[in-house]
């Protein structure tokens, strides 16, 4: 799943707002008005690389871990987010009930640099096509001839980066043929990945430029009430094994007990997802980020596939402080496997 | 003991309500007049600084097409897209049956919270207000003025502006009727590290220094508010006059009473302190009251104040009045300090009561010659100070200082003025009724004294503004008669348009003579640019003050420059001075012409120059001369076959109805004070004259006995009003034409930057002296009829009580 959404929902507060009370970000807010994913869907590609604005919220969402050429290791994350104040409206015109919110980062050991744009549908300034393929907001944009070979840009007042995405594997589905669950009772969605872009470009950092290669990931995803309302944060691990596997898989906190989803994904990109108990979390150290303790090393297992490693943030600072404030940033994988990854949490306090 | 003095100081007010009365009037009516300009002003100010802080936040840049057309909205996304953080605003007027309402439009999106009314950062943004009907943020106020409209619905907030409303922009541009346009774009923050330059994307926008918008209406504002607060001051000075007179009286009465509570062990300390315990609570109950009259008064005359201030500057002000603490406060402390200064005089002399001295009252405040020698020199010395402070200093306060110290010394000269006059006619009268008026009048004189300063005061400034008004309306009108010449002003939609008119026009009308403007500088200020053609229209009719020879062949041909009033005066420049044009070339100043009502500095130059110079102003005004029998078949044509919108076509006697009109407004506020001013002043001598007759019969008993009868002097009581009143009125004649004098070429330059000649009006002033005369009157009438009814017993009581 990702995540992330901050944009939220009817009545959205697009400025600073306030975590609300149920879930992050609203994510946790019943939406009957509009659609609900269901399991009899059938994702076709490159039709659903476009927008699904019947559904309350979307995302294209892409991770690279990166390195230069001495080896330093970076990580890139370029974002944008859909979020639907209404079910339907105009397409055109400041009318547009779509509101989209794009983030943007550069993360090296010692530095975590962010940015953040908001826009409205309708007029031009950002949204997504499909045929050529570019996902834009503002002057960031992923695009290309199709979403499996793109250029992805995006910029701050104190970074930019220039990357080129080349996709050296098929599309994955996620959970069970795309439909991705993510509670007991059933909240769910829809859910496709990348993760077999090989990523080179430019970073253009306070200290300079710097030439990087390395892999990216990216995430489609779109539901309308994606949390439970007892569910309240998350820890999202993506992995990228020197193997050639990939895996995904995710823990949600509430008020119950955690549930927890995940993906392998062999070289030739053949999917098994696991369902909730298959794939572990725990928490090794947690260092004070932006005033609050975040775990910063794991201990990630999947019993199935002999996985047992531990991960360890790249730079524990990756704070995101925008208008949904939460932790994203690039990882190390050490043990049974090796590799590296990104890891998203949210809801800490 | 003290609660026993107490009650025998207060005593004195149970037998004499007439003079607590006067008191607390007096007090009431200067504290109202003050703080009723005081509420008006800060009302004005508040609105200013909520409209500068509007959207756009005071502190950041703007971008804006150089030629002031409407930007278009690709261009805004052209910028999005290349990394500048942009917000888009469309600003514009809605006309709704007679008045309009600023529409505000912003994007919530891209615009900083803390840029948008609370209400909408706050409670978040939601699907109501950003699409279609939308919903319109104002203040309470125009919520209520808009009530019963078709309007999108409203929602109350409590930082907007007056008269504004805040929409998202998709329902701005609805309303206005302007898809796809843009007025300005706010700059947000910084550009992204890879946003190109402003001249790559967008090369027809220039970027502004944040707007000052509500700052630079407040220092355009600032001299009107001025001049309403000196009025305020004026007033207050003259209700001080009663103030003063009634609290002297009270004091002289209870000399006896002091003197025996002192006697009987009271303390000078505590018998000062029970006496400013007894003034202060006073104070308070005339202060509470006279800021309710205040507020009263400030409700009357602030739409006016708001009509004026929007002709003459543009800029909203609220027409209602809030009350704010801090004010209510203000006016009763200006209470408190007014009672003060009125009765610091009676309370030294308390202090200094000699115990054994006989408690006989004397008239108080006996004219002494020492008394008049020090009014006199006091006079001198503030006649001195304000002359060299006028001369000094610059700019508006001293202006005012000059003004008041002048006004006041005119008032402590007026009772030497009198007694010399009196004198004067005691010594060409025979007879010794004739001798005896004179005398008594002499003798009348310093109980009087305050009342007819009052007057004097009154007069003066009544003299001096309706001069200043009427010899600027005067000015007005001719100057209006020779700047605007042209039958027809019309304006079109384009450039296009603009072309079109002219083939249209050219076997119509005798001359289309085209006016573009711009915005340049000129010695480091602002000033505003118009370009014009050659036409006998300015050869014959532009109103130059100041001129150099050729001065219209030097100036249409590029050659030399035009400057109005305002910019001669402030830049200092006059014929034969050289400025600096924006392309750098230096060229000189040919002439000066006036230019009433516009706040701004202008400068104009011949078309082909002013297009060199300015390439890209849209060209879309144009003058036309033509037979005035045709002008109303041309603005038919002009409608029905050029398809020009009626509103884009002003005729002459339309523009100089509607200027007048600004004008009219401009000065109604000022005559309404003036009114109340006379008001006050006519009250402080019937308070005057009351109080004296209580006391004058010990003088009119002899009289009488002698063999006048009462009703001769009642006649003779009226008369003496009559010619006091007449004497103050030639005393002040020629102080309100000095006053004039000083606000036409003073105050008018350092407030508006024009000089006006001063003209005279004796017929105003004919019926200045009629209404003073029958205040004085009136003021009389009353003691006159109580001589006339009094029972000879009470006068026969004055031998009984002959001590």
């Given at each position: 799943m990702r995540r992330r959404t901050l944009i939220l929902g009817a009545g959205a507060t697009l400025a600073a707002g306030p975590l609300r009370a149920q879930g992050f970000a609203g994510l946790g807010e019943t939406s009957e008005t509009f659609a609900q994913p269901s399991p009899d869907t059938r994702l076709v590609f490159p039709g659903d690389h476009a927008p699904h604005p019947a559904f309350r919220i979307e995302w294209w969402y892409v991770t690279a871990n990166l390195a230069a050429a001495d080896g330093t290791p970076y990580g890139v994350q370029w974002t944008l987010f859909r979020s639907a104040l209404a079910p339907d409206g105009p397409t055109d015109g400041w009318g547009n009930p779509q509101a989209w919110m794009g983030h943007a980062a550069v993360t090296s050991e010692t530095r975590h640099l962010a940015a953040e744009r908001l826009a409205r549908g309708g007029i031009g300034q950002a949204g997504v096509t499909v045929d050529p393929f570019r996902a834009a907001i503002d002057d960031w944009a992923l695009e290309g001839p199709s979403l499996t070979d793109v250029t992805m840009r995006a910029a701050g007042t104190d970074f930019s980066y220039d990357l080129r995405l080349a996709a050296q594997g098929p599309f994955v589905l996620q959970g069970d043929e795309g439909y991705s669950v993510k509670s007991a009772s059933g909240q769910a969605s829809h859910y496709y990945s990348q993760p077999f872009y090989r990523a080179e470009g430019t970073l253009r950092l306070p200290d300079g430029d710097v030439e990087v290669t390395g892999q990216a990931w990216l995430d489609r995803e779109w539901s309308s009430q994606p949390l439970d309302e007892g569910q309240n944060g998350w820890d999202w691990f993506s992995l990228h094994l020197d193997g050639g596997e990939k895996l995904m898989g995710f823990r949600l906190r509430g008020t119950g007990p955690d549930f927890t989803a995940a993906t392998w994904i062999a070289a030739d990109g053949t999917p098994t997802p696991y369902p909730d108990g298959a794939f572990g979390a725990e928490p090794l150290e947690t260092a004070r980020v932006a005033g609050r303790d975040v775990p910063v090393v794991w201990r990630v297992t999947l019993p199935d596939h002999g996985l047992d490693v531990t991960v360890r943030a790249l730079?524990?600072?990756?704070?995101?402080?925008?208008?949904?404030p939460y932790w994203e940033g690039p990882f190390m994988v050490e043990g049974s496997h090796s590799g590296g990854g990104y890891l998203e949490m949210t809801g800490y306090e | 003991m003290i609660a026993a003095g107490l009650q025998a100081l207060l005593s004195h007010w149970w037998r004499h309500p007439f003079q607590l009365v006067t008191l607390m009037l007096g007090l009431a009516t200067a504290t109202a007049l003050w703080s009723g300009v005081q509420a008006i002003n800060a009302e004005a100010r508040a609105s200013y600084d909520r409209a500068a802080q509007t959207l756009a936040g005071p502190a950041r840049d703007t971008l804006a097409r150089r030629d002031g057309e409407p930007i278009a909205q690709e261009t805004y996304i052209a910028l999005r897209r290349a990394g500048w953080a942009v917000s888009p605003l469309l600003e514009g007027r809605l006309d709704l049956d007679g008045t309009s309402l600023r529409i505000i439009g912003v994007d919530p999106f891209t615009l900083p919270a803390e840029d948008l009314p609370e209400e909408l950062g706050q409670s978040g943004v939601d699907l109501s207000f950003l699409t279609p009907p939308g919903q319109l943020v104002v203040d309470q106020d125009t919520a209520d003025r808009l009530e019963g409209t078709d309007l999108p619905p409203r929602i109350t907030g409590r930082n907007v502006p007056p008269n504004a409303a805040y929409v998202d922009i998709g329902t701005a541009q609805r309303l206005l009727g302007r898809n796809g346009e843009l007025s300005r774009l706010v700059v947000t923050g910084p550009s992204d590290l890879t946003a190109p330059p402003l001249e790559e994307v967008a090369p027809d926008l220039v970027r502004e220094a944040p707007e000052t918008g509500g700052g630079e209406i407040a220092r355009l504002t600032d001299s009107f508010h001025l001049n309403l607060t000196a009025f305020g001051l004026l007033s207050f000075a003259v209700g001080l006059f009663i103030v003063r007179g009634a609290i002297g009286l009270a004091f002289e009465q209870r000399r006896p009473v002091f003197r025996t509570l002192r006697a009987l062990g009271i303390g000078r300390g505590v018998l000062l302190g029970l006496l400013s315990a007894e003034l202060l609570v006073l104070a308070l109950i005339a202060g509470t009251l006279g800021v309710a009259l205040g507020w009263l008064i400030a409700t009357m005359l602030l739409p006016d104040v708001a009509a004026t201030l929007r002709g003459l500057y543009g800029a909203d002000v609220e027409g209602t009045l809030s009350l704010r603490p801090v004010w209510w406060l203000a006016g009763i402390a200006i209470a408190v300090l007014g009672t003060a200064i009125a009765a610091a005089g009676s309370l030294v002399q308390v202090a200094r009561l000699p115990l054994l001295a006989p408690a006989q009252p004397r008239a108080w405040a006996r004219a002494s010659a020492a008394t008049m020698r020090w009014q006199a020199v006091g006079a001198v010395l503030l006649a001195v100070t304000g002359l060299l402070v006028g001369w000094v200093g610059s700019g508006l306060v001293s202006s005012f200082l000059l003004l008041g110290s002048l006004l006041v010394a005119a008032a402590l000269m007026l009772p030497i003025f009198l007694h010399a006059v009196l004198a004067g006619l005691a010594r060409v009268t025979r007879g010794p009724l004739a001798e005896w008026f004179w005398a008594d009048t002499r003798q009348q004189l310093p109980g009087l004294s305050l009342a007819l300063m009052a007057l004097l005061l009154a007069l003066a400034a009544n003299i001096g503004v309706g001069t200043m008004v009427q010899s600027f309306r005067l000015t007005f009108t001719g100057w209006l008669d020779q700047r605007l010449a042209a039958e027809l002003y019309v304006t079109t939609e384009t450039d296009a348009e603009g072309r079109r008119l002219q083939e249209f026009l050219a076997p119509r009308v005798d001359a289309v003579l085209p006016i573009r403007s711009a915005d340049g500088e000129i010695a480091g200020r602002p000033v505003e640019f118009y370009g014009f053609a050659h036409d006998v229209i300015y050869t014959d009719h532009w109103p130059l003050i100041d001129q150099s020879p050729d001065v219209w062949t030097r100036v249409s041909s590029g050659q030399a420059v035009l400057v109005n009033e305002q910019l001669a005066r402030r830049a200092d420049l006059w014929p034969g001075d050289e400025i600096a044009l924006p392309d750098g070339e230096n060229v000189p100043v040919a002439g000066v012409y006036s230019d009433y009502g516009n706040p701004n500095a202008q400068a104009m130059i011949g078309l082909d120059r002013f297009d060199a110079l300015f390439p890209g102003i849209p060209r879309r005004q144009f003058a036309l001369r033509l037979d005035e029998g045709r002008v109303e078949k041309l603005t038919r044509a002009l409608v029905t076959?050029?398809?020009?919108?009626?509103?884009?076509i002003s005729d002459q006697a339309s523009v100089k109805q509607f200027s007048l009109a600004i004008f009219e407004r401009t000065f109604a506020v000022t005559s309404a004070l003036n009114v109340l001013t006379l008001g006050v002043a006519g009250f402080a001598i019937l308070t005057s004259l009351m109080t004296l007759a209580t006391m004058r019969q010990p003088q009119l008993a002899p009289v009488w006995a002698l063999g006048l009868t009462r009703a001769r002097l009642a006649r003779l009581e009226l008369l003496r009003a009559a010619l006091l009143a007449a004497l103050t009125f030639v005393a002040a004649l020629p102080v309100g034409l000095m006053l004039a004098w000083i606000l036409l070429q003073v105050v008018n330059v350092e407030a508006f930057g024009w000089k006006l000649p001063l003209h005279f009006f004796p017929r105003d002033w004919l019926v200045l002296a009629g209404l003073s005369l029958l205040a004085a009157l009136l003021a009389g009438l009353a003691p006159a009829r109580r001589l006339v009814r009094m029972p000879p017993s009470d006068l026969l009581k004055v031998f009984a009580n002959e001590r």
């Open positions: 730079n524990p600072e990756c704070w995101m402080p925008l208008a949904f | 076959e050029f398809g020009l919108p009626p509103g884009n």
